[in-house]
């Protein structure tokens, strides 16, 4: 939270225009800002902590993991051949490398949460000619030349 604060301040500076402070300075806080946004700024209006922590891989997130734990918020989380199922509460077996499974787990995580709000569901419960996946970039191969060393 302390984090969220700093971004406060500097985004309370960056409503002044930085002034009092050189051009560099200016540069510096914008940077910054930008970055606390990009990470912070879903969860600065949050109240209290949450319950759960979803996570796509906690091998590839094992700090955050650690944390939830330590906090006392249940995991969940994808896990393939190379996780360790004791890191987490609850474990749903499935590639955390493909981007298409990632995103269909999450959007129907995220429909569970928003019908138990009483919300419009994306993928849960629809018709499968209702339910378009985005495009997702297809992996290329390029063939590189045998050499010999």
């Known amino acids: 939270m302390r984090r969220v604060g700093t971004m406060e301040e500097l985004e309370a500076k960056a409503a002044a225009n930085f002034k009092g402070y050189t051009k560099k300075e200016a540069l510096i806080f914008e940077k910054e800002l930008e970055k606390l946004h990009k990470n912070l700024n879903g969860i600065r209006t949050m109240k209290r902590l949450p319950q759960v922590m979803i996570v796509a891989d906690p091998n590839e997130d094992e700090i955050a993991v650690k944390e939830a734990k330590r906090k006392g918020l249940k995991v969940i989380s994808i896990l393939d051949s ?6 987490v509460d609850l474990g749903v077996p499935g590639n955390d490398d493909s981007a298409k499974f990632i ?4 959007t129907i995580i995220a429909d569970a949460i928003v019908k138990a709000k009483g919300g419009e569901q994306v993928y849960a419960y ?3 000619s209702k339910v378009v996946l985005p495009e997702f970039q297809q992996k290329t191969v390029v063939a590189t030349e045998d050499r010999e060393n």
């Open 82 to 87: 190379n996780s360790n199922p004791d890191s």
């Open 103 to 106: 995103h269909v787990f999450m």
């Open 126 to 128: 629809q018709d499968d």
